[in-house]
């Protein structure tokens, strides 16, 4: 399967100029790799991590964000563990979809599987629970994954590899492959409604496609 994305947004220096006059800075934010970066409507949640880690037993952060002082307003330690302390699933990759739940996927290459982890907030504490889980490596050449997100609509996830997008049932069943030409590295995908959007890297696209 191929994606169309009729919508194309290319970012030269002149428009990147123009709209960082309305771009707020933090300095206190401690992102590293940065692939876990989601809002709601009062807050922006960011989970701080060393990418450099797999199956870690170290522990990572969530940090709430005040959108209206770009301010940290809660941070959350939490390690995720698939039955003991000995299995630990190190997350790279996640989604808020509110203010008391996100998704995550755990890439086990030993064990050639993407685990699909389903986190909860009740009080003060987060509850993790294994939803699913895809039994393949998916890319051969051993590519990390560049964008994970979640179609509340549908409820299916989207995992993105290159210029690869992999449509994955809540169940963990493979849906769709869908692959375009670009030979560069997507950054980042979101899904809002009926659209999903597609970051590319170097030079910087932003990409809109329709989800039927």
Known sequence: HYLVFPETRYFSTGVVHNL???IKFSPYIKMRHGQTFSATEKY???IANNHLLTNSSKSEEIMRINKNNLQIDKIWTFKIWNGDAN???YIHNAVFVN???FYAVFHNSAMKRFEYWHVTRHGNEWHPKEVG???SNFMRNGSPVQGFTYDKRK???YLAFNDYILN???NSKLLRTSHFNSGREIEGISATNHDLYVELAERPELF???IK
């Open 87 to 89: 299995h630990p699933r």
């Open 168 to 170: 994955i049932a809540k």
């Open 44 to 46: 922006l949640y960011v």
């Open 208 to 210: 809109r496609g329709w």
């Open 133 to 135: 889980a895809s039994g």
């Open 99 to 101: 203010d008391h739940e």
């Open 20 to 22: 960082s006059k309305s």
């Open 155 to 157: 409820n299916q996830f």
